[in-house]
Structure formats: C-alpha cells, structure tokens
C-alpha cells in the first residue's frame, strides 16, 4: 500500500530479482488501479532469509482498457 496520488487512476508497479537497487533493473510489472497491489506468491523473485525486493511505483491517469491480461495492462 502507498498512499494516493492525487487525479492517478492506475498503478504500474516495477521490480527485480533479490537485491537489485537499480530501477532500470526492474524488469517485472504489476497493475493496479487502487493504491495497493499484492505480489503473488507465484511472481516472487528466488529469495533468501535476508533478501530485499524493491518496488518502484509510476502513476498514470489513464486506466488500461477493459479486457487486456495483467501482462497487457503492465
């Protein structure tokens, strides 16, 4: 959860493998049109006791079109 950008209607949230600080790392995507999003238990990177995952979240104003996958709408 991240507190609401004013006017954002969709949520396009950025990630990498264990560690990786750098966001032009963040090769996988969610979409979310709320201020919360779940990283499914299938979509975790391999980790580690230890381990960080970092979340980058990029706010648009325009939501994806009805019927696109998850995969089209990231």
Known sequence: DWNAVLKAKAYLI????????????????????TNSWTLATAHVPTLVTGDKIYFYVQTYNVVAPSGTTEVEKA
Request: aromatic residues 16%; negative net charge; glycine residues 4%.
């Open 14 to 33: 950025h990630y990498a493998d264990a560690n990786k600080t750098d966001p032009h790392d963040a090769k996988y995507m969610g979409y979310t049109e």
